[in-house]
Nanobody, 128 residues
């Protein structure tokens, strides 16, 4: 079973930055991160797709409209790590952030149920 472990969450002021990391195991993993994404969920709200990265589909990337130009998804295959760089943070970015991955191509990148593997979530809190 693929395990994803997140880090990098915390508190920031509006306009600040954070970088989230998600490390996959086992160490021999080579194919389960073909389809990668970040989701977030605020209290009382539905989980929403933040960003997706499919490196074997010509580096396919997608972002939620609310984070375009501010967040960047990337990955380092050698480190088995997915990253989300969050810049120009806004209070409405406050949520629990989850990394997700799959070895099957999601039809809709922003549909959470299409991803097989999930991290435990890391809290991001942005104050004004």
């Amino acid at each position: 079973q693929v395990q994803l472990v997140e880090s990098g969450g915390g508190s920031a002021q509006a306009g600040g930055s954070l970088k989230l990391s998600c490390v996959a195991s086992p160490s021999g993993l080579t194919w389960s991160l073909a389809y990668m994404a970040w989701f977030r969920q605020a209290p009382g709200k539905e989980r929403e797709g933040v960003a997706a990265f499919y490196p074997f589909e010509n580096n396919f990337k997608r972002y939620h409209n609310s984070v375009k130009g501010r967040f960047t998804i990337s990955a380092d295959s050698a480190k088995r790590t997915i990253y989300l760089q969050l810049n120009n943070l806004k209070p409405e970015d406050t949520a629990i952030y989850y990394c997700a991955a799959s070895d099957a191509r999601p039809i809709d990148w922003s549909t959470a149920e299409k991803y097989k593997y999930w991290g435990q979530g890391t809290q991001v809190t942005v104050s004004s």
